[in-house]
């Protein structure tokens, strides 16, 4: 059976497999996802900042959601990613995901344009009121240049019942304290910055949308079971050990990284799509010693 609350747990934000000519890899896809549901993630979310959906067109994100959907849909929810440059865009989007089966949506602000706070809760209302979905809004104000607030998030959840889920990626765990105390628990808050996991799961955090999840799926189940439990002697030294890993989700070659690492272990390529390049130099270098290092000191 389908979670009827899909925004809870670990849930991978999906890198995109491409293969040698550079179109969408729907194989691997498949077996990307039944890897990590084998692993035991809650669901899958792709298309978001790490899935490259800024470079797929409508189209490629359409066969994507079906792809995840046959493979997975049955038992785990898909939730696409949900951004566009325009309003209408993003709106068609949303009602081809709810057609084709996707459990969930999360709802990000327009590409390109950085508009004033009206415009943008304007437009995320618009795509959570295209479909019945279940929606979780995407507030990444470093990399999207748009700040929704905690009292914003309040009122689009008051006028949008299927507003239920909130990505924190301020970096400030300050927020998560802010929404719980004007929401309660009418809405599911999930980590969106993978070295604040353990931070944003004591401020009250009950999800995390994970990047290195993509390639240490067993670990990152790890890391988040023992921060629900509470302060341990396991946890820091998991942590102690994962934050390096963690970091690769920082960075500007965010995505290059965790594909590289996905590699490294053997889960998928490092192929990105243009503008994107692989990491070349000694940037590879020192992430390649990275994931080495954190290789040959994994924790039993």
């Known amino acids: 059976m389908i979670d009827p609350n899909p925004f809870q747990g670990v849930l991978p934000a999906l890198t995109t497999p491409f293969d040698e000519t550079g179109a969408v890899d729907h194989a691997e896809l498949a077996r990307q996802a039944e890897r990590l549901v084998a692993a035991g993630v809650r669901g899958v979310i792709p298309l978001g900042s790490l899935g490259e959906g800024a470079s797929l067109a409508f189209d490629e994100k359409s066969a994507i959601v079906a792809t995840l959907v046959q493979a997975i849909g049955h038992t785990h929810p898909v939730i696409p990613a949900v951004a566009a440059a325009s309003t209408r865009e993003a709106e068609a989007f949303a009602r081809e995901t709810h057609r084709l089966g996707a459990r969930g949506l999360m709802v990000l602000p327009p590409y390109v344009y950085s508009g004033t706070p009206e415009e943008m809760v304007a437009h995320v209302a618009r795509v959570f009121a295209a479909t ?163 290789r040959r000191g994994m924790p039993p």
């Open 132 to 294: 019945p979905l279940p929606g979780m809004l995407y507030n990444n104000p470093l990399a999207y240049h748009t700040d929704f607030v905690p009292e914003a998030i309040a009122a689009l959840a008051k006028a949008h019942p299927n507003l239920c889920a909130v990505k924190e990626s301020s970096g400030d765990v300050r927020r998560i304290h802010a929404l719980r105390a004007l929401m309660g628990g009418s809405i599911a808050i999930l980590a969106g910055i993978d070295d604040l996991l353990v931070e944003s799961v004591e401020a009250g955090a009950t999800g995390w949308v994970a990047g290195l999840a993509n390639a240490f799926p067993e670990e990152s189940l790890r890391l988040f079971e023992l921060a629900v439990s509470g302060p341990s002697a396991a946890l820091d030294a998991l942590y102690h050990w994962f934050l390096p890993l963690l970091r690769l989700d920082t960075g500007v070659h965010f995505v290059q990284s965790i594909k590289l690492a996905e590699a490294r272990v053997g889960r998928g390529s490092e192929r990105v799509r243009p503008p994107r390049l692989p990491l070349a130099g000694s940037e590879r270098e020192t992430v390649v010693a990275i994931l080495d290092a954190a």
